[in-house]
């Protein structure tokens, strides 16, 4: 932004100048749909802005909160994307791990988020949970089930793996080099990941978001 959001009229300014290159975006996107990327700390004007424009922000359902109540999925604008994580964040599969183990330096707040996320999912974290049989498809259940226009889930989290693809504030060799350990051919030959897919399908169905097959 050219000018200190902290002044009135500064921060108007400089949601007129938005607006004009996010116009010039649409009209030359075509048919293609334009999602903004509205996550961290934004000023208070860009939500309504991208709103007002027809294109759609982030909803992180972990993160999102109002007067301190989770918003249910039920309640997030239609003009909206909803997924759990970016190419930023930690795989959930990731936390899952990190919660169990009393040795990670991170578990308290991986303890957090899932919390975070089973409420969402409307589910009770406690011994005898398990990630596949349980965690998993609650999670997705409500992912999909929300109000959002679309819903996204991260390959990572789809295939329930705990790889990360870049860590902010870094600058590792291992930052936006990590592949997926098997090929898509591979991946329709494995036993574990079809039986995910048929969940996922399944997931999608009940919800609405793909035509339920014969």
């Known amino acids: 932004m050219p000018r200190d959001d902290?002044?009135?009229?500064?921060?108007?300014?400089?949601?007129?100048?938005?607006?004009?290159?996010?116009r010039m975006v649409l009209a030359e996107s075509g048919t293609t749909r334009v999602v903004g990327e509205d996550l961290g700390t934004v000023p208070k004007y860009v939500r309504p802005s991208?709103?007002?424009?027809?294109?759609?922000?982030?909803?992180?359902?972990?993160?999102?909160?109002?007067d301190g109540q989770m918003t249910p999925g039920s309640d997030f604008e239609r003009l909206s994307v909803a997924t759990y994580a970016t190419h930023d964040h930690k795989?959930?599969?990731e936390?899952?791990?990190?919660?169990?183990d009393e040795n990670a330096p991170t578990r308290e707040q991986a303890r957090e988020d899932l919390l975070k996320i089973s409420q969402f999912a409307g589910i009770t974290p406690g011994e005898g949970l398990e990630y596949?049989?349980?965690?998993?498809?609650?999670?997705?259940?409500?992912?999909?089930?929300s109000?959002?226009?679309?819903?996204?889930?991260?390959?990572?989290?789809?295939?329930?793996?705990?790889?990360?693809?870049?860590?902010?504030?870094t600058a590792t060799a291992s930052n936006w080099t990590r592949r997926l350990p098997k090929t898509i051919a591979q991946m329709r030959d494995s036993r574990s990941i079809r039986?995910?897919?048929?969940?996922?399908?399944?997931?999608?169905?009940?919800?609405?978001?793909?035509?339920?097959?014969?």
């Open 6 to 22: 902290e002044k009135p009229e500064n921060a108007e300014a400089n949601r007129r100048e938005g607006e004009e290159y996010l």
């Open 91 to 93: 795989p959930i599969r």
């Open 147 to 169: 109000n959002s226009w679309i819903a996204i889930v991260m390959i990572t989290d789809l295939l329930a793996r705990k790889d990360r693809f870049n860590v902010p504030g």
């Open 132 to 145: 596949e049989r349980h965690f998993y498809p609650a999670m997705m259940s409500a992912l999909f089930n």
């Open 50 to 66: 991208l709103q007002s424009l027809g294109i759609a922000g982030f909803k992180i359902p972990q993160w999102e909160f109002f």
């Open 95 to 100: 936390l899952w791990a990190e919660a169990l």
């Open 195 to 214: 039986r995910r897919m048929k969940v996922i399908r399944e997931l999608l169905e009940k919800s609405g978001r793909i035509p339920a097959t014969d």
